[in-house]
Every structure is written in structure tokens, then in C-alpha cells.
């Protein structure tokens, strides 16, 4: 298990759950990112369906004000852990609600209609004069990443080992860390 971040030596990938880990370098420059992006007082994070980058994060302050939200109750000794079930964007705690400065969101399905109740889900949590997205999908989303978000494809695309089609990250701001190429990834012909 040596090399591995401790989220990735303490949690196995679940098919069943539909959960494929990125890679250890793309998990650290996501961590950076939100970082980055949440660093001023009083911003934090929405992490949905998004373990792996909450609980890499090393920011302790940007930790506390950020909430990992997963369907998946085996992080639930989290105190900042909130069950979330897509399906159902309603049902998120009110509290939460308009609270945050950033989402970080990776569904477990690539469809429109899964994107569609994560969108609801965003726009609930983001703070009412809006916010940044950063989102992790297949090329092929591309259109409506712009039309549901506002995000645009960014140059860095996550390396996610064990997923079978490459994904790119989408986000509606600019970051230069975004646009620069993974060097985990070979470059598109």
C-alpha cells in the first residue's frame, strides 16, 4: 500500500456502488484546487459523491467548512459526513442550503438525467449569489456540462485507474492549475 494517500489505503473501490478512485497525483492537485478556490475565511466545499477529495484534503480549515456528501454510509464517522442520495437533491438538509462557497460533484452515472438532479443539488447548496463548480464527466457531456453548470472542459483530466473511458474536469472559473495537461495522461491526437 506503500504510495497510496491514506483514502486510498484505507477504502476499496466498490463496483456495486458504481465507485472507481482517482489516481493518487489527481487526488492530490483536486485537494490543491479546492484549496486554492476555498482558502478565504468562511468558504467551503460540497463534496458530492466525492470521498476521495474530502478526505484528502489538508487545509484543516477548509475541511471544517466543507461537508462530504456520499450515499455511501461507511464514511459516516465523519463529523462533516451528510448521507446524500442523488435521487432525491429535496431531501438535503436545510441548513445546508445556500451555505457554500464551492461544489466538487462525480456522479456515479454519466446520464443526463443523473446530471440533472446533481445540478439541482448544486444549486441548492451554493450560496445564493452563486458559486464555483468543478465536475468530472466523460467528453461526451460536454454540451450539457455548459447548458445544466456553465462549466466548460478544462485541459487537466483526471486519471481514474480503474474506469475503462477517460473523463475531463469541467468547471464554470478559471483556474490555471485546469489548464494545464495531467501528465498522468497521454495527450488527446
Known amino acids: 500500500v506503500q504510495g497510496l494517500n491514506r483514502f486510498l489505503a484505507r477504502h476499496q473501490e466498490n463496483a456495486d456502488m458504481n465507485q472507481y478512485w482517482y489516481s493518487k497525483p489527481t487526488i492530490e492537485f483536486m485537494a490543491r484546487e479546492v484549496e486554492q478556490q476555498c482558502g478565504n ?8 459523491s466525492t470521498p476521495s477529495i474530502y ?25 462533516n459526513y451528510v448521507f446524500y442520495d442523488f ?3 429535496e431531501d438535503l438538509p436545510e441548513e445546508l442550503c445556500g451555505t457554500f462557497h464551492m ?3 462525480d456522479p456515479p452515472f454519466i446520464t443526463r438525467e443523473v446530471w440533472e438532479k446533481y445540478t439541482a443539488a448544486a444549486k441548492r447548496l451554493l450560496r445564493p449569489q452563486g ?12 454540451a450539457f456540462m455548459g447548458e445544466l453548470l456553465g462549466c466548460a472542459k478544462k485541459q487537466f483530466r483526471p486519471s481514474i485507474p480503474n474506469l475503462v473511458y477517460q473523463y475531463s ?21
Open 55 to 79: 478526505f484528502s484534503l489538508k487545509d484543516k480549515g477548509v475541511k471544517a467548512r466543507s461537508k462530504c456528501l456520499d450515499f455511501d454510509t461507511a464514511f459516516n464517522k465523519d463529523p
Open 103 to 105: 461544489v466538487v460533484i
Open 131 to 142: 458559486g464555483i463548480i468543478l465536475g468530472s464527466t466523460i467528453d461526451e457531456n460536454e
Open 41 to 48: 475565511e468562511g468558504d467551503g466545499c460540497a463534496f458530492l
Open 169 to 189: 474536469l469541467y468547471a464554470n472559473y478559471e483556474s490555471e492549475g485546469l489548464e494545464n495537461p495531467n501528465p498522468e495522461i497521454p495527450p488527446m491526437d
Open 87 to 89: 435521487n432525491r437533491p
